[in-house]
């Protein structure tokens, strides 16, 4: 008799225990979500804002070398709730038609919770030749305010470990027509490289 009258006590712990392991789970993992460490919870774009030295008249020894200049603006945008978004440092590389043209460094920022952050940065070239028909095409795109640029960046979380989960971005650029607003760059992390079969 008394272990059937224990029997109703343990079921009531039972239902007990496992709702209110469904409740924490159930507050959690929004929580979870909204800070996870993750790019689809962010979105980056970047402007093109200056560009020097791309086109020089040509000499008599063959296609000109350039060092070009390039001024970017990053835009970040964080859309966590309660986590603040930041990186140590970046590097970012700019090529036009698959031949890179400049290259520099991100200074670290933070964009705050459900906020925007924005960051100056600069890419140079030094001594750099593209083939004619790249070099003609490049100026004729000048020339019509279409050229386009394509921008990679990868910023760190931690100035002394490079190798801890950076974002990647692949950006596209306009100049010297810049679009109204700033193209969404695509963003990766926690990749993992497979060489497998």
Not at 20 to 25: D, H, K, L, S
Not at 56 to 71: C, M, R
Not at 125 to 145: I, T
Request: hydrophobic share 40%; proline share 7%.
């Amino acid at each position: 008799m008394d272990k059937q009258a224990g029997d109703p006590d343990i079921q009531k712990i039972f239902i007990f225990v496992l709702g209110f392991a469904i409740g924490v789970a159930m507050t959690l993992v929004p929580f979870i979500e909204v800070t996870w460490d993750s790019p689809r919870h962010d979105s980056y774009s970047l402007a093109l804002t200056g560009v020097d030295g791309l086109v020089q008249p040509a000499s008599s020894g063959g296609a000109p070398s350039l060092s070009p200049e390039f001024n970017l603006t990053l835009y970040a945008e964080n859309t966590r709730l309660i986590a603040e978004k930041c990186f140590s440092h970046g590097r970012v590389a700019v090529s036009y038609g698959g031949v890179a043209v400049g290259e520099g460094r991100v200074p670290g920022f933070c964009a705050g919770a459900r906020s925007t952050a924005e960051v100056g940065a600069a890419a140079r070239g030094v001594g750099v030749r593209l083939p004619d028909g790249q070099r003609r095409r490049l100026e004729a795109e000048l020339r019509w305010g279409a050229a386009e640029f394509d921008v990679e960046a990868k910023l760190f979380r931690d100035r002394d470990d490079e190798t801890q989960s950076p974002v990647l971005l692949w950006c596209k650029a306009a100049w010297p027509q810049l679009p109204p607003q700033p193209p969404r760059c695509k963003a990766f992390t926690d990749f993992v490289i497979d060489f497998g079969v």
